[in-house]
């Protein structure tokens, strides 16, 4: 079990990817991780405040000792299998812990609304990619016209493409033949490759692309990639946090602050790889001239938008229930309840994807967060300590009455 801020993870992969399993509470923000020692390779489940453990602990299991430890549904034991049987830690990433348990839902969750969601999410999957693969035709038609001063080119949108390759005519399927063979040739001649690569390197591309959702223009509103759209709920969670803020109670507003200091920054760890995301989507041809360059910066991208996002879809869809229907649950006692499961579960950032060596800054998060917890309730029962309370809010009116003296 760990607790202490020196065994906290530095990395996402020794973070881990989180693996809910809905037939075990207390499974539900479970992670799953990969360990090489002496006895090969193991896998290894963290388990955030269970049974036996403190708050703010977790215990660290043998991932083949999970069914042995709660009574899995047949969608949980296929999740199980299907990661015990991976093979290396790429394929514990969040994207492709995602796909297993999409596929988990869709064939064997017991809610039948859940698995229809399931498939509808991979066919529009399915169907995303295709429009990012437009949008990136459309990118390179627009590269294309301002090159060569094409007004019409220069103002190719997705949406523009689309139209033009679902068209019914002869006509239109013939100009969206000539247009397509005439932007990979210039796009080639730009690159300084062959037509065939520069249509064999762009279905691998595209895969990479699929999950941050189409390349927009400066007029084009971005809606598809489940990334890009799990970036705008954290935001969403964030304004929402900042209401409840300035109505809550004084006693509960350092919880609500360190949940907004990890909000904001997460937000701002994926912002800045979106816009360096965009910068390097400005040029297709670009990526096409040094492309093993190009897919290894796509790959780094990838992996650090999904491990950052990880842990917070959950977390986001229990505040925004919790706000919408807080008349439901026992209003601001409900709401606080809410802030605290938040509070036990934040995936904070590991310091050295954030810093490298510099100064922990998830040391003094979790700092906090423990301190906040000791001053507000008891280890035992998870209750309001007010005897505590008093005596620290005492002690605080006291040092300020001291400092003020000076």
């Known amino acids: 079990m760990s607790g202490a801020a020196n065994n906290l993870p530095q990395t996402f992969e020794r973070r881990g990817t989180c693996v809910p399993f809905a037939s075990v509470p207390a499974f539900n923000h479970l992670r799953v991780r990969e360990y090489l020692g002496g006895r090969g390779r193991v896998l290894e489940a963290t388990i955030p405040n269970f049974s036996g453990t403190r708050r703010?602990?977790?215990?660290i299991v043998d991932w083949k000792q999970i069914p042995s430890m709660g009574v899995l549904s047949e969608r949980d034991e296929e999740v199980h299998?299907?990661?015990?049987?991976?093979?290396?830690?790429q394929d514990l990433d969040p994207l492709n812990i995602r796909s297993i348990l999409q596929?988990?839902?869709a064939a064997y969750n017991p809610d039948e609304e859940t698995r229809r969601l399931a498939r509808e999410q991979a066919q529009r999957d399915l169907e995303e990619k295709e429009i990012v693969r437009m949008s990136c035709i459309a990118q390179m038609t627009r590269e294309c016209g301002v090159a060569q001063g094409d007004a019409f080119m220069a103002r190719a949108s997705t949406q523009t493409l689309l139209n033009l390759m679902t068209g019914k005519s002869a006509v239109a399927e013939f100009r969206m033949d000539e247009l397509v063979s005439k932007v990979m040739s210039h796009t080639a001649l730009?690159?300084?490759c062959t037509v065939n690569e520069v249509r064999d390197w762009l279905e691998p591309l595209v895969g990479l692309i699929a999950p941050f959702g189409s390349v927009a223009s400066d007029k084009e509103k971005k809606t598809d990639g489940f990334l890009f759209r799990q970036h705008l709920r954290l935001l969403e969670l964030r304004g929402s946090l900042q209401i409840y803020a300035s109505e809550s109670r004084p006693e509960v507003a350092d919880s609500i602050n360190l949940v907004l200091r990890v909000v904001d920054q997460t937000i701002g760890?994926?912002?800045?790889r979106i816009v360096t995301l965009d910068s390097l989507l400005a040029s297709i041809a670009g990526m096409f001239s040094k492309v093993d360059n190009s897919v290894a910066k796509l790959q780094k991208?990838?992996?650090e938008v999904a491990y950052g996002l990880d842990g917070w879809d959950d977390l986001v869809s229990i505040w925004l229930d919790a706000f919408e229907n807080r008349?439901?649950?026992?209003?601001?006692?409900?709401?606080?309840?809410?802030?605290?499961h938040i509070l036990w579960h934040l995936p904070v950032l590991p310091y050295k994807e954030l810093h490298g060596d510099a100064f922990d800054a998830q040391s003094s998060v979790e700092r906090a967060r423990v301190r906040i917890v000791s001053q507000m309730h008891s280890w035992q029962t998870d209750e309001l300590d007010h005897?505590?309370?008093?005596?620290?809010?005492?002690?605080?009116?006291?040092?300020?009455?001291?400092?003020?003296?000076?």
């Open 269 to 272: 760890y994926v912002s800045e």
């Open 103 to 105: 596929q988990a839902d």
């Open 301 to 303: 991208l990838r992996r």
């Open 81 to 89: 299998g299907r990661i015990l049987g991976t093979r290396n830690a």
């Open 387 to 406: 005897e505590l309370k008093d005596r620290v809010e005492k002690g605080k009116e006291k040092a300020s009455e001291e400092k003020s003296s000076w």
């Open 190 to 192: 730009r690159a300084g």
């Open 327 to 340: 008349h439901l649950i026992g209003g601001e006692a409900g709401l606080e309840r809410a802030i605290i």
């Open 56 to 59: 703010g602990e977790f215990a």
